[in-house]
């Protein structure tokens, strides 16, 4: 090897070397995430502490514990009491708590429901939550004819081109759906509805007759049917979906599924405590 191929791959050793967190690094980083862990389960534990306390207990300096609040602080997840000086758990944990309490409600509640649809239908039944910009996919039951279909459970699906996206953008609040509709839709064949202007009265439709459909939007040959799952406020929180190929779900035999899927979104909604 020569002098100037060597010198070639210690740079990019070197290089590598500077973009790889190194082992102190990386160890720090884990010991900051648990320390921040750790002032939130003491603030659980006693409702407020203040700075001098919680250093105490994390046995570090006050500087270091001020700092982590004020991260914690600044991500809603603890807040400030002025007069008092002390801390105390923020909106942003009960956020978090609710949104995973939602999802472990639905998963429960859940699976009755798909099984019996997914049993009466023969085809495969989704539960499908909003993640960001995406619907993700948290529960599947699979029917008698859709032995070989796709695995749906866990997949992050887009919005505009899915039956339990247009469902889940539909009842967005305004604002967000409108800055989700500022963005390119891409487009996965020929069917996918890429205009915003198109695609808003296609939300439309789906708020006035109570569920969603796609037929070979996101996939050729997948066709689907969505409602929503709302919460005891009437907040729609998920969507339930039948999909299966084209050929099975026809035009003829579509109207029915969306009518059952309609049934099963208002049955886990009650499950849910809507209309108590």
């Known amino acids: 090897m020569t002098r100037t191929q060597k010198q070639s791959d210690r740079g990019a050793e070197n290089e590598a070397n500077q973009e790889r967190p190194t082992g102190r690094g990386a160890a720090s980083a884990v010991q900051s995430v648990d320390r921040a862990v750790s002032v939130l389960e003491i603030l659980a534990r006693h409702g407020e502490a203040g700075v001098t306390e919680i250093a105490e207990e994390l046995d570090v300096h006050k500087s270091t514990a001020f700092r982590l609040l004020g991260v914690l602080e600044n991500r809603g997840l603890v807040a400030q009491a002025k007069d008092r000086g002390k801390y105390y758990l923020g909106a942003g944990v009960l956020r978090l708590a609710g949104a995973a309490a939602v999802r472990l409600d639905i998963s429960q509640e859940g699976v009755p429901v798909c099984r019996e649809l997914a049993d009466e239908l023969g085809e495969t039944v989704n539960i499908a939550v909003l993640d960001d910009d995406a619907a993700v996919n948290i529960m599947q039951a699979r029917g008698t004819a859709s032995v070989?279909?796709?695995?749906?459970?866990?997949?992050?699906?887009?919005?505009?081109?899915?039956?339990s996206g247009k469902v889940l953008l539909a009842h967005m609040p305004?604002?967000?759906?409108?800055?989700?509709?500022?963005?390119?839709?891409?487009?996965?064949?020929?069917?996918?509805?890429?205009?915003?202007?198109?695609?808003?009265?296609?939300l439309e439709a789906v708020v006035q007759q109570g569920y969603g459909i796609t037929i070979e939007e996101l996939e050729l040959g997948l066709t689907a049917a969505a409602a929503p799952v709302r919460s005891h406020d009437g907040k729609v929180i998920a969507a339930i979906s039948v999909s299966g190929p084209v050929y099975r779900l026809n035009s003829e035999r579509l109207p029915e599924l969306a009518k059952r899927t309609v049934a099963a979104g208002a049955e886990l909604s009650r499950r849910m405590g809507y209309g108590f």
Not at 148 to 163: D, F, I, K, M, V
Request: hydrophobic share 35%; charged share 20%.
């Open 148 to 163: 070989t279909a796709q695995n749906w459970l866990g997949r992050r699906t887009p919005l505009h081109a899915t039956s």
């Open 174 to 202: 305004p604002t967000l759906r409108e800055g989700l509709l500022a963005r390119p839709l891409p487009r996965f064949t020929e069917r996918t509805i890429t205009g915003a202007t198109m695609l808003r009265n296609e």
